[in-house]
């Protein structure tokens, strides 16, 4: 069966830059006012992932998800896109148009982002802003890029991540410390046309399953020659 992976857009999948001082600025302004509520909602049980869910985050093993949420201002997403869709577009190599903004996002002890694909329609482009974490040891975002690379990207306070959200990701580490605190910006390629993906996987129980993708194709390409 042919494998549908995502297109490739940017020369590299990922590039993480630091977080321009003039956003950086406007985000502590609001960031330091901020009070982080629980996200409420009863946890769901994903029989794929074998794991319950709130806000698409996972407790590692039985546990309840931890996690929380402030809400940053329309001022401060469209300072976002004001200052970040340059640099984006620059990264990506073409025109983007603005989808959506999430946070700012807060995640406990023990949290857990199960490896996916974001949504095929609006996140294709997409950047996560570091604003803050009281973290024991760096939770890293595992990154599977186009070749089937499998990356482990760390962050610092004030960095920012251009990524490809149609390749896999995920922070399968569980997550060891106080809080860790991001916000989410996503873009899509003017003109996108979403059925590019049709068929397209967008859940993985493991990275050694959405790595077989890879293999199984290399050894098709081995057995016709
Ligand atoms: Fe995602």
Redesign the pocket.
């Known amino acids: 069966m042919t494998v549908v992976r995502a297109p490739r857009i940017a020369q590299s999948a990922f590039r993480k830059i630091r977080t321009p001082a003039a956003l950086q600025e406007k985000i502590w302004a609001e960031y330091s006012a901020m009070k982080f509520q629980p996200t409420g909602g009863e946890a769901v049980y994903d029989p794929h992932y074998k794991a319950k869910q709130r806000a ?1 985050i996972s407790a590692q093993g039985e546990g309840e998800p931890d996690v929380g949420h402030a809400p940053a201002s329309r001022e401060l997403f469209d300072a976002c896109y004001e200052i970040l869709t340059p640099l984006i577009e620059e990264w990506a190599g073409c025109k983007l148009t603005r989808s959506w903004g999430y946070g700012i996002r807060s995640y406990g002890r023990g949290s857990v ?1 199960h490896l ?3 949504r095929v329609d609006t ?1 294709v482009i ?1 950047c996560i802003i570091h604003v803050d974490d009281r973290s024991d040891t760096p939770w890293p975002l595992d990154f599977i890029d186009h070749e089937g690379e499998l990356h482990h990207v760390t962050f610092a306070r004030g960095e920012t991540l251009f990524y490809e ?1 149609l390749c896999p ?1 995920a922070r399968l580490t569980p997550f060891a410390g106080e809080y860790y605190r991001n916000m ?1 910006v996503h873009w899509r390629p003017e003109n996108w046309d979403p059925e590019t993906c049709r068929g397209m996987r967008s859940r993985y129980s493991s990275i050694e399953e959405c790595l077989s993708e890879w293999q199984d194709q290399d050894s098709a390409a081995i057995a016709t020659g």
Do not use: E, F
């Open positions: 698409g982002l996916h694909r974001d996140h997409s959200s990701h989410y």
